[in-house]
Every structure is written in structure tokens, then in C-alpha cells.
């Protein structure tokens, strides 16, 4: 009994650290996510805690069965290399006892898992997507930010270019909306008023938008019927009681809506959350051999294969579920040969392993008054290398691999490594100072050079110079290598699905340039934009309404493409329709690539161009500065991360383990990490300026480093 405690304790703790780094990681991406859309005004600050918390089951389910996996690998690895194993066995605890022990944490963890998987992650799923389709339907103006076009939800916009310094009063307002005309058919709805204010009802509760002298049209481009209508004061319900229904899908249903259902959708769904438990005892099948060292090897020599071996296990029940929900293979093969498989592979792993461990206890029980015996035994148990580590890179696929093969995402991944090594840069720069610097410290070459005369400045200064390096290679992968790799990659990956007139971003987006307002809806791989719609007002008149099939850049110049045509003339409307039409604006493809396409990825000079186009269209130029800021000041931010992991080595990490340090090392550097994707939809939120959300935590990082070696003298 005190020996199955002990093993649980120690599996369970391990697991419990493992568990604590991946949940840093999972977690701290999905609130960055959500906080950055509250930025953005699609979701309210109040929303995040309740979002995250029905997120927890979801994120439990994909965390809990790697960290019981590696915390096996990693705690009896180094029971094995203390021969804790070799002496409980020599005990008489056999093997097939050593396995039950195991089988009693997996069957609890199992049982979590199965709780997750079958009953709170989908039911946790289905309440975040009711909050976040109730949340963007209620269109709240007091989360304008002002010179940005807003979304929120429902196909509505809202455009306000400046507010009075309490932010109760908005100046030059422009609301995009689809509603549904008299008739039925949809249409399209744009106000401008020179301002408006937000009032709730007290008798109802109803909120309302109050705009004050401008123009509605409700008009569908190239139609010779419209609206208008001219106000003084109008006002707007904000809220809506029918927020619509939430498409059903497969992950927001309940586990016996999927057993009713039947489909091949839901049979993949159902499947994959039977799994999720099932896999525990498997891979404690697996984990328990692979576990088994020796002294020369180290814990962390089996842990890249037995890694390799979860993913693939993982992997090929991705595509299983993938082929089930598309119809190539039949639910009642679905997973369970996969399932089968590695159940074999662990039983074999188990066979062998128990074998060679009744030889090893066979040998270890011969008479000691054989010594030359002995050590030829001991020489030749030295013949066995270790397997060395592996060199392929693999990330996780989504769920639906989208008819993929392995070689097209292999290739894509391949791709996308230059943007990977510049995003995780500073996180790669902390770990290895702090392995190097923490290597030489356990060898005590620190001590010598510093009882040498050398003094702690120049050694911080000769770790500092092969920085020099690393900066450059960095700075030059960021701003030359990755924003073509990733457009590349992009484009790449929807041309295999979608062949050559792949749309390269579905996110579209909204422009102003003076009176004019623009919506693009797509943009293709060869810079061509789908479906243009462009508001040319006058004041606060609308003068025409145009919407083009596409629009083409030639030449320099941009050409519209099947354009229809709203003229709102003195009291009458007139349609045209054209085959093509020039279209002049300041708008070039690279501009439109910055729009459409994500900021982070975007080179520095192209970042602070895009910044002073927008400032030129009174717009909010926030996020482009951000992340000027952020690019310009990495190697600060690279020499200020060695200077904290000198810090450490000096200090309180002088005389741990590598494993300890590297572990220190990703909590440290993903904390970093976090704290500037934080601070930096923060900016947008709280209105301070771009470049202390890039400061901070880099100032932070100087302090404390400067603190720490201080105090180590």
C-alpha cells in the first residue's frame, strides 16, 4: 500500500506540473484571443471569466491525456535512473503489479477525461456560442473605438470618427446593416449623421442609438428602387429579442443527440469522444516500457519517440473521424482498429519489457563470488546505445483534416517555420541562455572565471556578442523571409483545396478614404478583390451606390469588373449597369493585403506606411503602431531576456537540474509572452499609448535581471 502511494503520488504530481505548463500555453492563447476581440469591441470585458470557465472542460479533455503520458515517461524515468524500479522489484513487486499500480491513477484520469469529453465540453461549447452569438447581436456603441470600423454580428457595422471626451457623444456616424425589406428580400441599410448618443429606455430596459441629423438608405446597388429618408433625430433599437437560431453542429451536440442523430457527422463526433477516455490505459500500456532507462541515457532519452508515438496515435484518429464524417469510411470500422493497434503495440512493449527485466533480476541475484563474470556483464550492458533524438517537427492538425494527405501538411508546416522562429524568438533565447549559462555553472567554469578576475560584466558582455547574431538572423527572417513564407503558405494550402482561384482571406473588411466607404468581401492569391461595394456620400447624401463582381489591379491602376450602380439623384434614383469601370482610389494591393491579411506577420516599413495612410483617412491606427513598436524593439527585448536568464543562472537557478531550468525557462518566457499579446489589445481597450505595451514588459525583464545580480553581487 505505502509503495502504490507512493507511485500514484509521484505520477500524479508530475502530471500535475506537465498538465499546469500545457494549460499556460492552451489557456493563455484563448484569453489573448478573446480579450483582443473585446478590444475590438465584439465582446464585453464582463464576458471573458464565464467564456474561459465553460472553456475548461474542452481544454482538460486535449491536456489530460498527453500530461499522464509524459508524466509516466518522466516519473518513473527517473525512478529508473535513482533504480527505485530495480530495488522494488528486487522486492518481489512484479511487473504485472507494477501495472495495476499504474492502472489506478489512468482510471481515474480516464474517468475525468470521459466526463469531459461526453458530457461538459460540448455542453460547455454550446453555452460559449449562445453567448457569443447573444453578445454580437447586441450592437453596444459604448464599445466604439473611434476612426475603426466595428463588426457586431448580424452583417452590422458601425464607423464613428471621433468621441466628446466623456465618450457619451459620437461625431460622424456611419452604420452599415442588412435587414429585410417589405417585401421579404434582404437589403441593404447605410446611415451617416453628423452624431448620435446611446439611452436606455427606463420603462422597457431597451437600449437605443439616437442619431441626429443625417440620411437612411435602404438600397441594393444597381436597383432603380431605394429608400431614403432625411432626419433630424432618429432613433435606433439596439438590442433585438430574436437573436436567430445557432446553427446545430456536430460539437455543440449533446452525446444521445448524436447517438439519435446517426449521421456520419455525428458517428465521427460520437467516436472521437469515446476516444478521448479510451486512449488513457493505452497509452499507459505504452508509457510504462518506454519509461525504462538507464543511467547513461537520462528520463529525457525515450521522451522525442514516445512524443512521436501520442501525435501519430492522435493523428491517425483525426483522420479516422475525418473519413467517418465524410462518408470514405464506415462507422462501424470507424476508430477502433486504430484503437486496436496500439493496444497490441503496448501489450508487445509490455511482453518484452518484462522479459528483459526478469533477465536483468537474474543477473543482479547471481553469486558475487564471480567478479570477472560480473564485470563483463557490466561492460557488455554498456553495447546499447540510446535512441537519438529525432529531427522532425510536427504540429498538431485540426480536427477536420479537410482531405489533406500527411505530405500537403507537411509541407505547409515547412512553410510556415520561418514565421514560428520569429514569433517564438524571445521564449527560443531565454531557454537556451539559460541552458548554456546553467551547463557552465554546474561544471563550475563560472566560478573559475569569476575567481579568474573576470568580472560579471564581461562575461554578461561575451554572452551578449553571439546575441549580436541571433538578432540579425531574426530581424531578417521577420522582415524579409516570413511575410513571403506565410502569404506563400496561405495561399499554398487553399489552392490544393480550392485550385487556382483560391480566395487567399475570407475575413474581408471595411475602408474609408474622405466620403467614401468601401467593403471588400475577399481577396484572391493574385490580388484580385471579390465583391467591392462602395458608398460615395457627400455630407451626409448618398450619392451613388456601387457594388462590383471584382476588382482587378492592372497596370497600376485598379479596374472594377461587372459593376452595378445606384445614382441618387434631385428626387428621382437611376440604375446603371457596366461591364467595367476605372476605380480611383490611393488603395494599392500591398494596403489591401494589410487590411485583409493579419498585422503580426506584416515587415516594419509596411507596418508604419499602413499607419500614416490610416492617420491620413482619419482612422484609428492603433494595432499597425503596436506592432511596429514590438518588431522595432525585439533586440532590446532579446539582450533584456539573456540579461534575465544571467540573472537566474547567477541566482536562484544556479545549482538545479537542466530539466528544472528549462522548465523555468518556458513559464518565464510564455509569461513574457502573454504579457505583451495582453497589453497590446489593452492599449486599443484603455486608449494608452502603443508603445508601453511594448516597454513594459520589456523594461520588467531589465529591473528585474538588474535586481537579481544585485543582490548575487
Known amino acids: 500500500m505505502i509503495v502504490s502511494r507512493y507511485l500514484t503520488r509521484e505520477i500524479l504530481l508530475t502530471m500535475s506540473a506537465v498538465a499546469g505548463v500545457l494549460l499556460l500555453v492552451i489557456m493563455g492563447s484563448r484569453f489573448i484571443r478573446y480579450f483582443t476581440d473585446a478590444a475590438q469591441g465584439e465582446l464585453p470585458l464582463s464576458a471573458l471569466g464565464t ?42 513487486i512484479s511487473p504485472n503489479r507494477l501495472l495495476q499500480v499504474t492502472l ?27 453567448l457569443i452569438d447573444e453578445q454580437q447581436s447586441q ?5 466604439l473605438t473611434p476612426g475603426r470600423f466595428q463588426d457586431f454580428g448580424n452583417d452590422r457595422t458601425a464607423y464613428t470618427q471621433s468621441l466628446n471626451d466623456d465618450r457619451s457623444r459620437m461625431r460622424n456616424v456611419f452604420i452599415s446593416e442588412r435587414q429585410t425589406g ?24 431597451s437600449r437605443y442609438l439616437v442619431l441626429e441629423n443625417g440620411q437612411r438608405y435602404s438600397v441594393e446597388p444597381g436597383s432603380p428602387v431605394a429608400e431614403r429618408l432625411e432626419f433630424g433625430s432618429y432613433g435606433v433599437r439596439l438590442a433585438t429579442d430574436d437573436t436567430g437560431e445557432v446553427d446545430v453542429d456536430s460539437e455543440l451536440m449533446s452525446t444521445p443527440a448524436l447517438i439519435a442523430d446517426g449521421d456520419d457527422e455525428s458517428m465521427a463526433q460520437l467516436q472521437w469522444r469515446i476516444s478521448m477516455p479510451l486512449m488513457i490505459p493505452i497509452l499507459t500500456l505504452l508509457a510504462l516500457p518506454l519509461s525504462r532507462v538507464n543511467p547513461r541515457q537520462g528520463r529525457f532519452a525515450k521522451l522525442l519517440p514516445a512524443i512521436f508515438l501520442h501525435i501519430s496515435y492522435l493523428s491517425l484518429l483525426l483522420a479516422a473521424q475525418d473519413a467517418i464524417a465524410r462518408g470514405s469510411l464506415p462507422a462501424s470500422i470507424g476508430m477502433w482498429p486504430i484503437h486496436l493497434v496500439y493496444l497490441m503495440l503496448g501489450v508487445f512493449l509490455i511482453r518484452r519489457d518484462q ?17 570477472q563474470r560480473a564485470r563483463r556483464d557490466a561492460g557488455g550492458s554498456g553495447h546499447g546505445a540510446g535512441p537519438g533524438p529525432g529531427d ?46 546553467g551547463g557552465m555553472a554546474s561544471n563550475n567554469e563560472l566560478t573559475v572565471m569569476r575567481a579568474s578576475g573576470r568580472s560579471l560584466g564581461r562575461i554578461l558582455l561575451g554572452v551578449l556578442k553571439p546575441l549580436v547574431l541571433v538578432i540579425l538572423l531574426t530581424m531578417a527572417i521577420g522582415e524579409f523571409v516570413s511575410p513571403a513564407t506565410e502569404q506563400h503558405a496561405e495561399a499554398w494550402r487553399l489552392e490544393q483545396s480550392e485550385g487556382s482561384e483560391a480566395v487567399l482571406s475570407h475575413r474581408g473588411g471595411w475602408q474609408r478614404e474622405g466620403d467614401d466607404f468601401y467593403r471588400f468581401g475577399t481577396i484572391r492569391a493574385d490580388d484580385t478583390l471579390i465583391n467591392v461595394t462602395w458608398y460615395h456620400f457627400e455630407g451626409q447624401r448618398l450619392v451613388d451606390a456601387t457594388q462590383a463582381a471584382r476588382a482587378v489591379w492592372d497596370g497600376g491602376a485598379w479596374t472594377l469588373e461587372d459593376v452595378r450602380i445606384t445614382h441618387f439623384e434631385e428626387g428621382a434614383t437611376r440604375a446603371e449597369t457596366l461591364p467595367s469601370e476605372s476605380w480611383d482610389t490611393a488603395l494599392t494591393p500591398a ?16 507596418l508604419w506606411r499602413y499607419a500614416d495612410y490610416l492617420r491620413a483617412q482619419g482612422q484609428e491606427a492603433t494595432q499597425p503602431v503596436l506592432y511596429f513598436w514590438q518588431k522595432s524593439l525585439l533586440p532590446v527585448t532579446l539582450a533584456g531576456l539573456v540579461l534575465l536568464a544571467a540573472s537566474f543562472v547567477f541566482g536562484p537557478l544556479r545549482s538545479v537540474a537542466a530539466g528544472t531550468r528549462i ?51
Open 104 to 130: 489506478l491513477p489512468a482510471a481515474l484520469i480516464a474517468v475525468l477525461v470521459g466526463l469531459c469529453s461526453l458530457w461538459l465540453t460540448p455542453a460547455g461549447a454550446a453555452y460559449n456560442e449562445r
Open 663 to 713: 522548465f523555468y525557462g518556458v513559464i518565464v518566457g510564455l509569461t513574457f509572452k502573454y504579457l505583451q499579446d495582453l497589453l497590446a489589445p489593452a492599449s486599443v481597450l484603455f486608449g494608452f499609448s502603443p508603445s508601453l505595451a511594448v516597454v513594459v514588459p520589456t523594461a520588467a525583464c531589465y529591473l528585474l535581471g538588474f535586481w537579481l545580480l544585485r543582490r548575487t553581487g
Open 51 to 92: 467564456l474561459m470557465l465553460f472553456h475548461m472542460p474542452s481544454f482538460l479533455e486535449l491536456v489530460l491525456p498527453l500530461s499522464f503520458f509524459l508524466a509516466i515517461l518522466l516519473a518513473y524515468g527517473q525512478l529508473y535512473l535513482n533504480s527505485e524500479i530495480t530495488v522494488l522489484v528486487a522486492c518481489g
Open 139 to 143: 450592437l453596444d456603441f459604448s464599445l
Open 182 to 205: 417589405g417585401n421579404g428580400s434582404p437589403q441593404q441599410v447605410v446611415t451617416r449623421a453628423e452624431g448620435g448618443y446611446q439611452t436606455t429606455d427606463p420603462d422597457t430596459g
Open 355 to 371: 522479459a528483459r527485466g526478469a533477465a536483468d533480476v537474474d543477473r543482479s541475484s547471481r553469486p558475487l563470488h564471480r567478479p
Open 591 to 606: 494596403q489591401l493585403n494589410r487590411l485583409l491579411r493579419p498585422l503580426d506577420s506584416q515587415p516594419i516599413a509596411s
Open 392 to 437: 522532425l517537427l510536427h504540429q498538431r492538425p485540426g480536427r477536420r483534416l479537410g482531405g489533406y494527405t500527411a505530405l500537403d501538411v507537411l509541407i505547409y508546416l515547412v512553410m510556415r517555420l520561418p514565421w514560428r522562429f520569429y514569433e517564438y524568438a524571445p521564449v527560443a533565447v531565454l531557454i537556451g541562455a539559460l541552458v548554456g549559462l
